[in-house]
């Protein structure tokens, strides 16, 4: 093989080392107390009111999931951007077994876009933050 082969592999290889250290970092420094003061904090008892106006992103996760951890600073940086535009929150299903299973929870993270009280996106797994970016800003300009 020629040299700029063997390059361009190691290249491919640095880049997914640095990515899987980049997340890997990400979930180990995350710590749900340190979340944006714009990030909402849903509760069974708060959900449907929260979510009966405009556009709303839910992230139903748990403190011992590896993956919820990893979106999590995603999702709190959504928060900021989206502030006055767009509610963003997060529910534990731990703590809030009921709209979990209300909403068919079977994975976390899952991620709900919300418009009006009414589901219209959902994510599950680790998405880009360009990804729900889109998501809200198609909702809101709709």
């Known amino acids: 093989m020629s040299n700029v082969v063997w390059i361009i592999l190691a290249l491919m290889l640095v880049f997914i080392f640095y990515n899987g250290y980049r997340?890997?970092?990400?979930?180990?420094?995350?710590?749900?107390?340190?979340?944006?003061?714009?990030?909402?904090?849903?509760?069974?008892?708060?959900?449907k009111k929260?979510?009966?106006?405009?556009?709303?992103?839910?992230?139903?996760?748990?403190?011992?999931?590896?993956?919820c951890r990893m979106i999590g600073p995603v999702?709190?940086?959504l928060s900021d951007d989206f502030a006055g535009k767009a509610k963003i929150g997060k529910l534990n299903v731990d703590e809030n077994k009921q709209i979990a299973s209300e909403f068919g929870?079977?994975?976390?993270?899952?991620?709900?876009?919300?418009?009006?009280g009414k589901a219209v996106e959902k994510f599950t797994g680790i998405k880009p933050k360009q990804a729900f970016a889109k998501a809200i800003n198609a909702q809101l300009n709709a």
């Open 105 to 116: 929870i079977r994975s976390i993270p899952t991620l709900i876009l919300f418009k009006d």
């Open 75 to 77: 999702v709190s940086e």
């Open 23 to 47: 997340r890997y970092k990400m979930m180990k420094n995350y710590k749900p107390g340190q979340d944006s003061s714009n990030l909402l904090k849903f509760t069974d008892t708060n959900f």
């Open 50 to 67: 929260s979510i009966s106006k405009g556009v709303v992103l839910v992230d139903f996760w748990a403190p011992w999931c590896g993956p």
